[in-house]
């Protein structure tokens, strides 16, 4: 079975200050991790993906997200946030054995000016 | 290159009726599949399809009919609506063959109001 948590419902931030959203993920093999961000009244669109041997992903927008096997993360991160950043992120896990993906609840970003 | 196209992008149905989601790709994409997207649920994962001819369960399977008799289609039928199914619907597609962590392209959803 997979799984995927992102525990934080919203994550409040500063225009200009880093930010970090949280993802655990959980698999029986290998994962394939990925990123999404949603506007709203609008679909999912690609950030970044996880590709085996980058532990850092550099992905669209400036994002990027650290891999870590031994906590089974997958948080993603931008150096400096906007105020266009404030969106609905949703974290997502596919097992290498299945062919679903799994998204977890979606963390909402708000960037204050 | 349209990507893919959800129909309609609203509509309201009356508690017993049915009625289909279209869902159409221009990717040659063998992998599609359904979500519904409900607050603070995420998405769920209704059905999907590994190619035509060929489809398979989700989570929340029930209530909802799927067939893949093309690559490009991949209909979602509401046997009978219930209020339950109030939703945003998300179809998405993956290419399936080669590389296996390729990422899923998505519609602009389907908001659906059963009343």
């Known amino acids: 079975a997979q799984s995927v948590a992102q525990p934080e419902d919203q994550v409040n931030v500063a225009e200009g200050n880093p930010l970090t959203v949280k993802c655990t993920y959980s698999?029986?093999?290998?994962?394939?991790l990925f990123w999404y961000v949603q506007y709203p009244n609008r679909g999912l669109q690609f950030l970044l993906k996880?590709?085996?041997?980058?532990?850092l992903v550099k992905g669209s927008y400036g994002f990027e997200a650290e891999f870590n096997k031994s906590q089974t993360s997958f948080h993603l991160k931008k150096p400096s946030a906007l105020v266009s950043d404030s969106a609905l992120y949703f974290c997502?896990?596919?097992?290498?054995?299945?062919?679903?993906?799994?998204f977890g609840k979606g963390t909402m970003l708000l960037v204050s000016p | 290159n349209a990507g893919v196209t959800q129909t309609p992008k609203f509509q309201v149905l009356k508690t017993g009726q049915s009625m289909t989601l279209q869902c159409a790709q221009d990717?040659?994409?063998?992998?599609m599949s359904w979500y519904r997207q409900d607050p603070g649920m995420g998405l769920r994962l209704i059905h999907y399809?590994?190619?035509?001819?060929?489809?398979d369960q989700g989570e929340v399977p029930n209530g909802y009919n799927v067939s893949r008799s093309t690559t490009e289609d991949f209909p979602l039928r509401l046997l009978s609506a219930a209020p339950s199914q109030t939703s945003v619907y998300f179809c998405?597609?993956?290419?399936?063959?080669?590389?296996?962590?390729?990422?899923?392209?998505f519609g602009q959803g389907t908001r659906l109001t059963v009343v």
């Open positions: 698999v029986s093999g290998n994962p394939y």
């Open positions: 990717m040659n994409h063998e992998y």
């Open positions: 997502a896990v596919r097992d290498e054995g299945y062919s679903t993906l799994t």
């Open positions: 399809s590994v190619g035509a001819g060929i489809t």
């Open positions: 996880y590709i085996t041997g980058d532990n």
């Open positions: 998405a597609s993956k290419r399936e063959s080669g590389a296996r962590n390729t990422e899923a392209f």
